[in-house]
């Protein structure tokens, strides 16, 4: 019983993963996944796992991933619906995946803005924080697309899929989000103190340096209920605002992709060039 509150058991984890996984291989079977494991449930207690273990199966491979002083280690490939099933059976319930493809660990494909709310705020702030994101980045030019994190927070991508790197993704979304705090200082943070973020929305631009991950789309979250992180459309990033919940369990999840496909599948392959640094 991994879910014990939802009464969601490891077999109905396996089962999520197993059916999702036609849509999830794509966004993260080329890359070097991070896995968090809850042995005894989502309440008590996990650990994260990048090394991946040796004792695999010998059909699920590893991809070299950013390890420690600048080198890198072999985390897991899961790029085969048994290999999803092989880690939820692990009870990875979550999967956290890197900017960058492995076969390139250097270039990003996307940057990631991460609205965390502070104290005091919620999904209806995050929301509002993330529609102001959309209109500065299509401002410059840019689409976007947005995900819950599957747990209090948003998130917003912006497909590269070009040249680029982890330290230019960085310091464009830290612009963004310091022209937004500027505009909008009652609501945004970018400092990462906690004590500055009480009745604040952080964007958390760090999560596009080399060494971090993020949460992967159609990823389980260990909450109470079995949520997942769900790409959302921007008409209901807006109801959110107006204080319509947003948030989707495993369930959910699987019947949006039977009406809507993958509304995630644009950042696999959209390319959009970053403007060159200042100097």
């Known amino acids: 019983m991994l879910y014990p509150e939802a009464g969601f ?38 650990f994260f796992e990048k090394r991946c273990p040796t004792h695999r199966p010998d059909w699920v491979g590893t991809a070299d991933g950013p390890g420690d002083h600048n080198g890198t280690i072999g985390y897991c490939r899961l790029d085969s619906t048994a290999a999803l099933a092989w880690a939820a059976n692990l009870a990875a319930i979550e999967l956290h995946a890197p ?4 076969h390139d660990i250097e270039s990003p494909t996307m940057v990631v803005f ?12 995050c929301a509002e924080v993330g529609l102001w994101i959309r209109d500065v980045l299509a401002g410059i030019g840019f689409d976007a697309y947005p995900k819950t994190s599957g747990s209090k927070g948003l998130q917003v991508y912006l ?15 830290l612009a963004v989000a310091q022209v937004l705090e500027k505009a909008h200082p009652k609501l ?38 079995p949520t997942v ?51």
């Open 114 to 125: 991460d609205l965390d709310p502070g104290p005091g705020t919620g999904m209806v702030q």
């Open 229 to 279: 992180s769900t790409p959302v459309t921007w008409d209901e990033v807006a109801a959110a605002a107006d204080g319509q919940p947003l948030s989707f369990q495993a369930a959910d999840v699987l019947a949006r992709i039977d009406e809507l496909g993958d509304l995630f599948a644009p950042t696999l392959d959209q390319v959009q060039e970053l403007p060159a640094p200042r100097t």
């Open 9 to 46: 058991t490891k077999a109905e984890v396996i089962d999520y993963y197993v059916r999702i996984a036609p849509v999830l291989l794509a966004h993260l079977g080329d890359r070097g996944i991070t896995m968090r494991r809850f042995p005894n449930g989502v309440d008590a207690g996990s």
């Open 159 to 173: 497909p590269v899929n070009g040249p680029a790197t982890h330290e230019a993704a960085s310091a464009f979304a």
């Open 99 to 102: 900017m960058a493809r492995a």
């Open 188 to 225: 945004i943070v970018t400092t990462m103190a906690k004590a500055a973020r009480t009745d604040k929305v952080l964007i958390d631009w760090s999560q596009n340096s080399r060494h971090k991950t993020t949460i992967c789309t159609y990823s389980l979250r260990a909450r109470p209920q």
